[in-house]
């Protein structure tokens, strides 16, 4: 089973920082673009950020300059540094992965390439 497991988030007062993390395990061949988006209450999930494997970037207008994603392909592992946070960043931060990965089926071994989703993890800013 392929997972991606978030962490980093909580509480901040506006102006701080938080660094979230999401680590893909499993059966994971390659990982290709990774990324963020969030989704605050009542609103449509939007992108956040995304990184490809040779480490293009690309940002949503309202984080550019505040965040910064990267990646680390040898451990399946993508960040986002959230600095000078804002009330209106409060959001479900979800992890996405572009992934090839190993599947079985009646006993046959192959892989293929989908897209993953983590569970989200909470991000408030309030003071």
């Known amino acids: 089973q392929v997972q991606l497991v978030e962490s980093g988030g909580g509480l901040v007062q506006p102006g701080g920082s938080l660094r979230l993390s999401c680590a893909a395990s499993?059966?994971?061949?390659?990982?290709?673009?990774m990324g963020w988006y969030r989704q605050a209450p009542g609103k449509q999930r939007e992108l956040v950020a995304a990184?490809?494997?040779?480490?293009?970037?690309n940002y949503a207008d309202s984080v550019k300059g505040r965040f910064t994603i990267s990646r680390d392909n040898a451990k399946n592992t993508v960040y986002l540094q959230m600095n000078s946070l804002k009330p209106e960043d409060t959001a479900v931060y979800y992890c996405?992965?572009?992934?090839?990965?190993?599947?079985?089926?009646?006993?046959?071994?192959?892989?293929?390439?989908?897209?993953?989703w983590g569970q989200g993890t909470q991000v408030t800013v309030s003071s």
């Open positions: 996405n992965a572009d992934l090839f990965v190993g599947k079985s089926y009646g006993g046959l071994e192959y892989g293929e390439r989908a897209d993953y």
């Open positions: 499993g059966s994971i061949f390659s990982t290709y673009a």
């Open positions: 990184i490809t494997r040779d480490g293009s970037t």
